[in-house]
């Protein structure tokens, strides 16, 4: 089984709550997470040629592979728990279009959601999953 790594703006409170999301309909820990703003976060997105300063890109890799925006959250929800696979079928959707609807949610999460001073730290259970 190739590793998945879901990397994420670490001060965000809509990635956060989106981390929180994703951990608790992953019953079977299939993911492991990084802050972009992290070491291990930056040397990922260098490794794939992606920009690091881009705090705008939800992250996700699967082994070798690289997806990102509205193609790795479908992605992700392709690997969740119960009926969520089933978004998968928006991949449909002609990327642009996706990615346009992404953007406007990414361009406005900290005036809709708020931003916190530091990266979100794992409790103790979940650092396993976490990245450093």
């Not at 929800?77 to 998968?88: H, M, V």
């Not at 900290?110 to 990266?119: L, M, P, V």
């Amino acid at each position: 089984m190739s590793q998945r790594i879901i990397l994420f703006d670490g001060v965000c409170n809509l990635c956060h709550s989106l981390v929180t999301f994703i951990i608790r309909r992953d019953k079977n820990a299939k993911f492991s997470f990084a802050s972009i703003q992290s070491e291990k976060g930056q040397q990922l997105l260098q490794y794939h040629g992606l920009p690091t300063n881009d705090l705008k890109s939800f992250v996700y890799i699967e082994g070798d592979k690289c997806y990102t925006k509205s193609t790795a959250a479908l992605h992700v929800c392709k690997r969740l728990d119960k009926f969520y696979p089933l978004l998968f079928i928006f991949i449909v959707i002609p990327k642009p279009l996706r990615d346009l609807v992404y953007r406007y949610v990414a361009d406005n999460r900290y005036k809709w959601f708020g931003e916190k001073q530091e990266c979100m730290l794992p409790t103790n259970d979940l650092k396993k999953r976490f990245l450093t």
